[in-house]
Each structure stands twice: as C-alpha cells, then as structure tokens.
C-alpha cells in the first residue's frame, strides 16, 4: 500500500478542522483524504479528484466509514475548479495535490511505470483513454522523441537514444518496459552506482503520456481561486521540473502581497526518519501558498 508522503506536515500546513471544506487534487490511495476527514471530524467535508479509476475504486472502498463527508470524481485536479465550481460547492479551507504516481501504480506490471517489470509500455495513469507509452513511440518523429526526452528527462544523450529507440520500433524489437531499458542502457552505457540510465526516459514518457506539465500549469493557474481567505494550497512534488514550475507560479503569485503570502520560501522536504521508513519520499518537495 502507497505510505503517504510529507503527512504530518501537511496536517500542520492545513490544519483542518471540523465544518471546513478540502480538496484532494490525486487522491491516490486515499492516505491524504482519510487523514484530512479524520482531522476535520465531524463534519469536514473532503472533493477528491484521480485521472485513475483503479485508484479512485480502491479509495472509495477505504474511505467507506466516511462516504457523507467525501465526494469524489474520476477527472483531473486542473479540471476541479470548473467542476466544483459548476456544483455549486462554495470556496475551499484548503487544497493539497500531491503529483506523480503512486506505489500501487508504480508495483503493478501492468501498468508499465517501472523498469524492473516486464510489462507493456502503458504508462497512462487513466487508463480509459489516450495514447499509450507505445503508440507515443509509434507516432512520435526522432526528433519529436529527442525533445521528450531532453526536455522532460533532462537527458543529455536524447539524440542517440531516440534513434535507437525508433530503430528498435521499427523492426518490431520493442514493446515492453524490459526491451526499453535495454535499448536506453545499451545506448549510453551504464555506469556503477549511478541511477538506472533508463530513469530519465521513463520520467520523459510518463511526463508525456500523461501531459503531466501542461496539467500542472492549468491547475496552477485555476486552483488558488477557490481558496477561501487565510486558506492555503500544498503542492508535493517529486521532480525538478514540477518543483520549478510551482516554485516560479507561486513566486510570482507572491509579488502581489495583499494577496497572496509565500509560507515556504524553501520547499518542505522529509526528515531524514521519514526517508528511512520510506525511502520513495527522498525526491519530496513541499510547497504553499496562502490566500490573503
Ligand atoms: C502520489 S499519488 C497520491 C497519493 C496520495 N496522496 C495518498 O496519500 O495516497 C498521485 C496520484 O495522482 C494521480 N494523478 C496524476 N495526475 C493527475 C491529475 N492530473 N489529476 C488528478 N490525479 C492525478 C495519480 O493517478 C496518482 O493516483
């Protein structure tokens, strides 16, 4: 079962009390939520949003105890303001989005965000529609490829892995998360002790299976007006180019200080015993801004 990250520090951030209104953005495996509703008993209520039916279906059976306090919608968190919005529910004590993906859809073979399972190149957390890692790596031109996985995976050796990578789809020699690590580790060579050379493709795909910025910026910008006066936004996030996105919105969001108020001028990380019991929490950011 996914361990929720960052938990305590964001019931600290929060602070949810009974009668106030919450939104989970990536309900995930429900760790935020039940700890939000727990908090805020005995009557918070608690939106939850997933891209990923399996996830929502899991959460809904855990969160059972507490079903006339939580409503949830199988959409995304940057639709969650028109969508809230559109049912009329009013400005909210508090939001958190914790972004990427779960343990569960990280351990499960069939979904293809790990390397060390044999298993179909999906990687789209909602599985009912759009392309998959595969047909991406179908369509996409070498130099389309190349520009995914310099841009979104930071990867210096773009160029040649994509023309191994098309060569390889072509001749019918990939189709899976093993052949794909195989085909990025033969390209570049792989070092001892450095991380796995096919971690930076496989954030690069995910990233564009999932339209993970594009998602962001949308929630970044439609998010913070559905915040009530002195409630606050959390956003936890596990790579750089999450990171620097909120970090720039929020603090460009902060220079109109009647406004808004920056609370974490430096990202929240986990302690070094939540690293240890948890070591998936290690890339952790945390950031939050305040309506004023
Ligand atoms: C790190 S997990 C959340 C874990 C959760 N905080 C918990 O304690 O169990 C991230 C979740 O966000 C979901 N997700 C990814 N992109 C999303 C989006 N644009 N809108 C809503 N959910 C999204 C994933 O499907 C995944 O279930």
């Known amino acids: 079962m996914h361990q929720p990250v960052l938990i305590k520090e964001i019931l600290q951030t929060l602070a949810p009390h009974s009668g106030g209104l919450y939104l989970d953005g990536c309900l995930g495996a429900g760790g935020y939520a039940e700890a939000i509703l727990n908090a805020s008993s005995p009557d918070g209520q608690l939106f939850g949003f997933d891209v990923d039916s399996e996830?929502?279906?899991r959460t809904e059976q855990r969160l059972q105890t507490f079903r006339k306090r939580f409503r949830f919608w199988h959409a995304g968190y940057h639709e969650?303001?028109?969508?809230?919005?559109?049912?009329g529910i009013g400005k909210l004590d508090g939001i958190v989005i914790d972004l990427g993906l779960s343990s569960d859809q990280l351990e499960d073979q069939e979904?293809?965000?790990?390397f060390k399972f044999q298993s179909p190149l999906d990687m789209r957390f909602d599985r009912t529609k759009g392309k998959s890692a595969q047909d991406l790596l179908h369509d996409l031109s070498e130099v389309e490829l190349e520009q995914i996985i310099s841009n979104y995976g930071e990867e210096p050796r773009a160029a040649k892995i994509a023309r191994r990578l098309k060569e390889a789809i072509k001749n019918g020699a990939l189709d899976s998360?093993?052949?794909l690590s195989e085909i990025v580790a033969k390209s570049v060579g792989r070092k001892r002790g450095r991380i796995h050379p096919a971690t930076r493709v496989f954030q690069a795909l995910r990233i564009a299976v999932n339209d993970e910025l594009n998602n962001l910026k949308r929630g970044l910008e439609e998010l913070p007006r559905l915040l009530k006066t002195n409630s606050r936004l959390c956003i936890v996030s596990y790579h750089s180019l999450e990171?620097?996105?909120v970090k720039s919105t929020f603090r460009d969001m902060g220079r109109n200080f009647h406004k808004w108020h920056v609370v974490t001028p430096r990202p929240l990380r986990p302690s070094l015993e939540e690293t240890r019991s948890n070591p998936r929490s290690r890339s952790a950011k945390m950031r939050v801004i305040e309506a004023l």
């Open 80 to 87: 969650a303001a028109s969508i809230l919005e559109s049912t």
């Open 243 to 245: 990171d620097r996105l």
């Open 177 to 179: 998360t093993e052949q």
């Open 55 to 57: 996830s929502i279906e």
């Open 111 to 114: 979904r293809g965000f790990s």
